[in-house]
């Protein structure tokens, strides 16, 4: 028998199926229950986004667990941002210098696949169609109920909860000691809407696709129709079709999701609003009218786990709301630093759990901010001239002094500095870089030697970079 602790996993999602493969590469027993069918036997039920966005972060978790190839290999590439202006024009805001520095379109469905597979192939026990619905931590004993109802205990000393944003184990931690619990609810909604491969739209249409038949627009950008407020955003699929997700407030004031309760009058607004992506829409008014509108918020918790008998990691313990693309690559960036301390062997489980939350939670908080913070930036300032003028003169700078400057984003998203350092490095930069524009909207205004000067006076280098 192994002297190993065994782990009880809750949720079989994203994070719980690449943790549990963590874990049993490492030599650990595992079991998970996922409350949902075995998708590759049932078909993938999502919920959730269709497709996400993979950066650095989440690479470097599968590279770990040898899986980065296979996912890339049914991935689409993205660039950058292709901004879709109002009046009918579009460009392209490369993300990082040059193709080495990219962000992935992979499907939901696809991922969780392949992450079940290979955990699987790594010796996890998976039981579908089981959802925890309480925990006794006494005596270290789940309870699980089957789609039916049928409930059966399990033997859970140690339980890691990675079933989501609402999350039950969570739940039940929550009502044995109280975790300090605060949810934010951002007000804002979203509707996932579809654009089909190119051939099942006009010919007339497929002008913006740069040369692809099967894509009718761009297919390696993220696509952004910012409107202030608002927005659509649409990432690629594998098979030539994007799925489009419409953010809009979910009360209040026209335009807002009370304000358009069905396909009709969101119809109007499209054409009033997103005029050039309506017609790409064929399928708007079953979609608008079949799909949900979801519901998006921060969790923020004081405590993690309960000792050495339940832990919470990925959405379960730190749901962010989705603009920086980044609640996934969080999420996998934490199976790597548990499974690591775990398998190191050198402290407890307790000791483990501690060192995980006192790792992970001021990276959490602070990608939690950041992706707050860029909902406004897609959805406005990407058109907003000051912005813009940010953003060149940083890319000066990060040319000329590549050690002293980085853009916030690509520190989130192509490097593994930790989310604490970019959001306060970033901070510092923001405010230098307000500092030499002195309100001016013209980069080109900016004395670049003398700005350069400034920059290396006033912060210190950047740490060095590891690479993949
Ligand atoms: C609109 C939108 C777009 C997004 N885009 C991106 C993006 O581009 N990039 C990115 O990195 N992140 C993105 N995210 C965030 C990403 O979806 C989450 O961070 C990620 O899914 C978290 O994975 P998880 O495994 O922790 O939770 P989940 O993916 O929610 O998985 C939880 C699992 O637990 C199961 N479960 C739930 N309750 C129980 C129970 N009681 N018992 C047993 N099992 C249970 C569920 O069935 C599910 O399989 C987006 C999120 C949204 C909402």
Redesign the pocket.
């Given at each position: 028998m192994s002297s190993k602790p065994s782990f009880t996993l809750?949720?079989?999602?994203?994070?719980?199926?690449l943790l549990a493969q963590q874990l049993a590469r490492r030599g650990f027993t595992v079991d998970v229950?996922?409350?949902?069918a075995d998708p590759r036997v049932a078909g993938f039920a999502g919920?959730?986004?269709i497709?996400?966005?993979?950066?650095e972060r989440?690479l470097q978790a599968l590279r770990s667990a040898g899986l980065a190839e296979d996912v890339l290999r049914r991935a689409v590439m993205m660039r950058g941002r292709m901004v879709h202006t109002a009046d009918g024009r579009s460009g392209l805001q490369r993300y990082g210098v040059d193709d080495s520095e990219v962000i992935w379109s992979v499907s939901?469905g696809g991922l969780?696949t392949l992450l079940l597979d290979a955990a699987e192939a790594a010796g996890v026990r998976f039981h579908f169609g089981?959802?925890?619905?309480a925990a006794d931590f006494d005596a270290g004993r789940i309870r699980?109920a089957d789609a039916r109802g049928a409930e059966r205990e399990h033997e859970a000393p140690v339980v890691i909860g990675?079933?989501?944003?609402?999350?039950?184990?969570r739940a039940a931690m929550n009502a044995y000691r109280a975790l300090g619990e605060r949810t934010e609810w951002l007000g804002h909604g979203?509707k996932?809407l579809e654009i089909p491969p190119a051939g099942q739209l006009p010919a007339a249409l497929r002008g913006a696709s740069g040369g692809h038949d099967q894509f009718v627009i761009e297919p390696n950008a993220l696509h952004i129709w910012p409107r202030g407020g608002y927005m659509c955003i649409a990432?690629p699929n594998t098979e030539g079709s994007f799925t489009v997700?419409l953010f809009l407030p979910a009360q209040g004031p026209h335009p807002s999701f009370a304000t358009l309760p069905d396909a009709h009058a969101a119809e109007d607004f499209f054409r009033d609003d997103f005029a050039d992506l309506l017609p790409l829409l064929p399928g708007f008014t079953r979609d608008y009218d079949a799909h949900p509108v979801?519901t998006?918020a921060t969790l923020y918790l004081d405590r993690w786990h309960l000792d050495d008998r339940a832990l919470l990691?990925?959405?379960?313990a730190h749901?962010?709301v989705?603009f920086h693309?980044?609640?996934?690559?969080?999420?996998?960036e934490d199976t790597v630093v548990l499974a690591d301390l775990l398998g190191a062997g050198d402290r407890d489980t307790q000791a483990a759990f501690a060192e995980f939350q006192r790792i992970r939670q001021p990276n959490a908080n602070a990608i939690a901010a950041m992706a707050l913070e860029n909902y406004v930036e897609m959805r406005d300032s990407v058109a907003d001239p000051h912005y813009l003028a940010k953003r060149e003169l940083g890319a000066r700078l990060a040319e000329r002094a590549p050690a002293h400057f980085m853009a916030r984003y690509r520190m989130v998203t192509f490097t593994h500095l930790p989310y604490a350092y970019a959001l306060e490095r970033g901070r510092a930069q923001d405010v230098l870089l307000q500092q030499l524009l002195r309100g001016s909207s013209d980069a080109a205004s900016v004395d670049l030697e003398a700005a350069v000067a400034t920059l290396q006076a006033t912060l210190p280098p950047l740490p060095p970079l590891r690479h993949g």
């Open positions: 809750i949720g079989g999602g994203l994070v719980g199926a229950f996922e409350k949902r919920g959730r986004s497709n996400l966005a993979l950066a989440g939901r969780n089981q959802a925890l619905v699980l990675a079933d989501g944003a609402g999350s039950a184990l979203y996932e990432l997700t979801g998006l990691v990925g959405d379960a749901a962010i989705p693309g980044q609640g996934m690559n969080c999420g996998f």
